[in-house]
């Protein structure tokens, strides 16, 4: 597939020109534009249009990161969050860590690839995410508690509103213990899903 570079250099013209040209910049003469158009079609140019929305500092993408789209709590999640962000013009972008494959998410998160992220899943840890996060792209964590600038979470709303937060399970463990039951016993499937960790805190 061929790049920008390959049509300024076809054209002898600079790469910022070529890339104004077929972003249909005002700056560029009308005769430069259609010139540049003809051989991006010839040479089988496609426009990548995230990267040009990075350029200008936009985006309309908000990224979230479930551990297992699949799985009929994630799908619940999935469907409240996109009907939230079509109130407000956002499509929604869904990467996967399922199994611990974190590659794709974390590019995804290093690179800026949408106006911010919400991260729902215990495979990436808070120092990357901290790293990462910024006034570009601030970070929505989902099941536990970070701290960092531009990185929010639930405890965070609950401390705005002088309300103390209590993880899942808590509420049911504390009805218990104040009817006389002190040895509880909690049955869950596997330990490193984030809602189990979060209710066994609780």
Do not use: W
Request: aromatic content about 10%; some cysteine.
């Amino acid at each position: 597939m061929s790049t920008i570079k390959d049509i300024a250099k076809k054209l002898n013209l600079g790469v910022s020109t070529v890339s104004m040209a077929i972003n249909n910049n005002p700056k560029i003469k009308e005769e430069t534009r259609k010139l540049v158009h003809e051989t991006a079609r010839e040479l089988g140019y496609v426009k990548n249009g995230l990267a040009a929305d990075l350029q200008q500092g936009r985006s309309n993408l908000i990224l979230l990161v479930v551990e297992d789209a699949a799985r009929p709590f994630f799908a619940n999640v999935i469907d409240i969050v996109q009907r939230q962000l079509n109130k407000y013009d956002f499509d929604l972008l869904i990467s996967t860590t399922y199994k611990n494959h974190t590659s794709t998410a974390k590019k995804y998160i290093s690179e800026h690839r949408a106006a911010g992220a919400i991260v729902f899943t215990m495979s990436i840890d808070n120092n990357y995410i901290t790293q990462y996060a910024s006034s570009d792209f601030p970070v929505f964590v989902l099941g536990r508690h970070i701290i960092g600038d531009h990185t929010y979470c639930l405890t965070h709303f609950f401390e705005e509103l002088g309300i103390k937060y209590k993880p899942p399970g808590y509420l049911a463990t504390d009805y218990l213990n104040k009817r006389g039951f002190e040895n509880i016993a909690f049955v869950f499937g596997a330990l490193h899903t984030l809602g189990t960790v979060r209710k066994l805190e609780g």
